[in-house]
């Protein structure tokens, strides 16, 4: 009997723990800073070698929680460094949102299935570097509906 009650915690403990639950990517105190002032600085100069972050999810208007999808390419034999993974929220003053996103952070990317933010449109700024040091970046927006 002890051990048909010791199955059914293990198995419950397995159910519950196989749910996912939301992951405060932004707060409704850093969604109410300002934009930056100014235009956004990106680096775009020529033909790089350096790794390439890609956009993938979600679409153009989304509700929270959201799927935040993001895909590393990188080049030249050399390999995506998870560790050099930044992510910003361009506000004024910047949010630094790397410790939400590294649980996240793989080699290939970032999958984050369920991100919580507050209604509005949020400039994303990632910075990664590949095994060689070469730095990429990417800047996108993010256009949360409201509920």
Known sequence: MTRNILLGLVAAGLLFSGTSRATQLITE??????????????????ILRG????????????????????????????????????????????VDLTTRIKPFVQADGINMQNAELPPGDYTMRVDIKDSDGRPGTAIFTLKVAPK
């Open 29 to 46: 105190e850093e969604a109410k800073l300002p934009p930056p002032k100014g235009a956004i600085a990106a680096d775009r100069r020529g």
């Open 51 to 94: 790794p390439k972050v890609e956009y993938i999810s979600p679409g153009e208007l989304v509700s929270s929680p959201m799927r935040l999808q993001l895909k590393f390419e990188s080049f030249g034999g050399a390999k995506i460094d998870p560790d050099s993974v930044k992510v910003t929220f361009l506000r004024t003053p910047n």
